[in-house]
């Protein structure tokens, strides 16, 4: 007998992508493409909110960006302004009222956002103003935001979002269109990208510039933290709407999150692994006769490794990149199955050699131990593991869903507890030391919670020294305002029977 089951993914998961147009005659055209362009950081839904200057057009959908804007699907979604927004959402959240973007008629008029982050004061905001009578239709963090604007008694929509945006704590880069214009806004910490671009006289918003490479549109600058840029036919206009704080990039973008062909905080993603696998390989250096990335993340920082160490580089595992995300398991047993659906080593590549393994993070150890297991079933004399990134001991509460502190195998154990868990020769993490080295972090501007257990916002440190954070961080975020996030758990090791 068969059963269709989900593949599981150890990866940390960005929350979202957002892409913005103003002035464009085929602005939704371009949100999709620009989406697309971005659909690695969300799969599970998304959305496109258009404006014809008169009235705002909206289509979303569960799915993949291709799956679900059809031409039939792009062509009633008129005029020259656009955004659109693809999602991940946490589990047992996948709902279709949850996808971005959010379309309101309040007493700003027509509105539309798509948001990345997480607020971190959401469920606290949400009881306030469910209170005052407010009615909430989804349970996205991102509707928070929706209730503040349309109860501000500022006179216009800058002004107004300006009053929302400095009541609210945590992550946003979020996208606003109206009939005539577009804002984008970056939360004053500047935790999630945002990116301005240039495609002739029309203007671009979008998380990540490999976004704007596909157009052949022109990278002008960052959104700056704590910015609101507002497009319009009279031009651009930069406002700072909130006071300055210290900023606190999230350093995961260069770790995994970011495509490598992307500028994120004004520096390249792929130069960054590149630097974080030569300081893996001065940190950590392995007698061995080849480098091996687990692909896709691993391979720039298993080039950067095998360039300072002068091992060769090799394409040892191969990926399978039209895996689904359902798939159909056999009723006996195969060993591995669920890795090596992604996953199959080229034994004549690995067989009789001392390998160093090269990934760009380990969480649970579940799907390394697997990783591991199969590059030894192929004939590999000895596996070193290579990490570039520090060990990851708590979740992240600002933006990017991450398992629990108790499925994080390294808030309890050693690195050489789960090296002997992996069933590695070696183990060997990126230092914190490093990491910031390697993506040129002179001023202390990037965020490092998940490797420090420090958070740079009031209210979650404190549940973190009250022992109330322990739950799964992913439940705040875009979507599943659940208090299970605040709820301690026992820590411990996940093991695999």
């Known amino acids: 007998m068969t059963q269709k089951l989900a593949y599981a993914d150890e990866h940390f998961h960005d929350e979202c992508g957002v892409f913005g147009v103003f002035g464009h005659e085929e602005a939704s055209k ?31 959908a569960m799915g993949e960006v291709e799956e679900i804007f059809q031409p039939s699907v792009l062509a ?59 009615i909430f239709h989804t349970n996205s963090d991102t509707e928070v935001i929706v209730h503040l604007l349309a109860r501000s008694q500022a006179r216009n929509l800058s002004g107004a979002l300006g009053d929302a945006l400095n009541q609210v704590e ?37 998380s990540e510039t490999c976004a704007f490479d596909l157009l052949n549109a022109q990278y002008v600058r960052e959104i700056e933290p704590g910015e609101m840029v507002r497009i319009s036919r009279a031009g651009i206009e930069s406002v700072h709407f909130a006071p300055e704080k210290p900023h606190q990039q999230c350093i995961f973008e260069h770790v995994y999150f970011s495509r490598p062909d992307s500028i994120i905080f004004g ?7 590149e630097a974080l696998g030569r300081t893996l390989a001065r940190e950590h250096p392995a007698d061995a006769d080849i480098v091996v990335p687990v692909p896709d993340s ?77 590059v030894r079933e192929a004939g590999a004399k000895e596996v070193h593991m290579r990490i570039s990134c520090p060990p990851t001991i708590s979740p992240c509460y600002y933006g990017v869903d991450t398992p629990t502190r108790e499925e994080l195998i390294a808030s309890s154990s050693s690195p050489d507890e789960i090296c002997k868990y992996i069933g590695a020769d070696s183990l060997g993490y990126v230092s914190l030391a490093g990491l910031k080295q390697a993506v040129n972090d002179t001023k202390g501007n990037y965020c490092t919670s998940c490797y420090t257990g420090v958070y740079p916002t009031d209210l979650v440190q404190l549940e973190v020294r009250e022992g109330r954070a322990n739950g799964r961080a992913g439940d705040t975020m875009n979507g599943n305002l659940s208090e299970d996030a605040i709820i301690e758990r026992p820590v411990g090791v996940e093991r695999e029977s």
């Open 267 to 273: 520096r390249s993603v792929n130069e960054s692994r």
């Open 30 to 60: 371009l949100a999709y493409l620009g989406l697309y362009a971005l659909q690695h950081r969300g799969q599970e839904s998304a959305g496109i909110a258009s404006s014809d200057g008169t009235d705002l057009h909206l289509h979303r």
């Open 76 to 134: 009633k979604l008129p005029g020259n302004l656009a955004i659109g927004h693809t999602r991940y959402s946490t589990a047992g959240d996948k709902a279709l009222l949850n996808a971005q973007s959010i379309v309101i008629d309040c007493n700003k008029g027509k509105v539309a956002l798509g948001h990345n982050g997480n607020l971190t004061n959401a469920v606290e905001w949400r009881r306030k103003l469910e209170h005052r009578g407010s």
């Open 298 to 374: 691993g391979v720039p920082a298993a080039v950067g490794y095998a360039l300072e160490s002068g091992i060769p580089f090799r394409m040892g595992l191969i990926r399978n990149h039209y895996i689904g995300r359902t798939f159909i398991e056999p009723s006996q047993a195969i060993r591995n199955f669920g890795v090596k659906l992604k996953l199959n080593p080229i034994r004549g590549v690995i067989e009789g050699k001392r390998v160093v393994l090269v990934d760009d993070s380990l969480v649970r150890g579940t799907t390394s131990r697997k990783i591991v297991r199969m």
């Open 170 to 206: 945590g992550a946003y880069s979020l996208l606003v269109l109206t009939p005539d214009e577009l804002y984008a806004v970056r939360d004053p910490r500047g935790f999630r990208p945002l990116n301005l671009g240039r495609l002739g006289d029309a203007w671009l918003v979008a």
